[in-house]
């Protein structure tokens, strides 16, 4: 996406026990929060915009649609140029750091690729662990390795699921200065999932706030309870 483009997602979809109905228009750049308790429907949101859930409505970043259901288009999740990670990493235990960071970059065509690598590997201040297996690492270094894996891929968005919720307090502590830093630097927009007010207060530009699967407030870090 360029500066001035949006991310806009128009989302219906129903199950035996949860619904979800939500209209947003989140912007190019920056971190977009999405908050509210378990249930509220902040990983199907995700899920839906990289396509590994179908609702009814539309996906459509910058001047790319992924999704419109009104004219028959679904663009699968391996077309979708995003990066996705998850509350655990999904790294190979059996490979190496680096393997691991190569193998993100190999699976996907882009220019520059070894490029992109290296401004990832810095970003999230990894190089030091490129020799080690990811077994050896702990949880946020885990964590760390599984961000640049996808910012190294070049995706025109970044969706984030939780990504310190496995971890303890020292662990959270040890990866959101790293996060801080992507932010600062990155004009990749990112979307955020979390319940945790800090992460919300440390990194969000957009709060959406959501419950029982629908938008109850979209705003600035204001709207967050207990913001202040």
Known sequence: ????????????????????????????????????????????????????????????????????????????????????????????????????????????????????LSQAVSLLGISHLQGRSTASLSGGERQRVAIARALATQPEILLLDEPLASLDYARKQEVLPWLERMHQELSTPIVYVTHSVEEAKRLADLVVLLENGRVTSCGPLEVLPNAG
């Open 1 to 116: 996406m360029t500066h001035g483009q949006t991310l806009s997602v128009t989302l219906s979809l129903a199950r035996p026990d949860f619904s979800l109905e939500v209209e947003l228009e989140l912007p190019a750049r920056g971190i977009t929060v999405l908050f509210g308790p378990s249930g509220a429907g902040k990983t199907t949101i995700l899920r839906c915009i990289a396509g590994l859930e179908r609702a009814r409505g539309h996906v459509v970043i910058g001047d790319r649609c992924w999704q419109d259901s009104a004219k028959g288009i679904f663009v699968p999740t391996w077309r979708r140029a995003l990066g996705f990670v998850f509350q655990e990493a999904s790294l190979f235990d059996h490979m190496s750091v680096a393997a691991n960071l190569s193998y993100g970059v190999e699976r996907v065509c882009v220019p520059q690729a070894q490029d992109a």
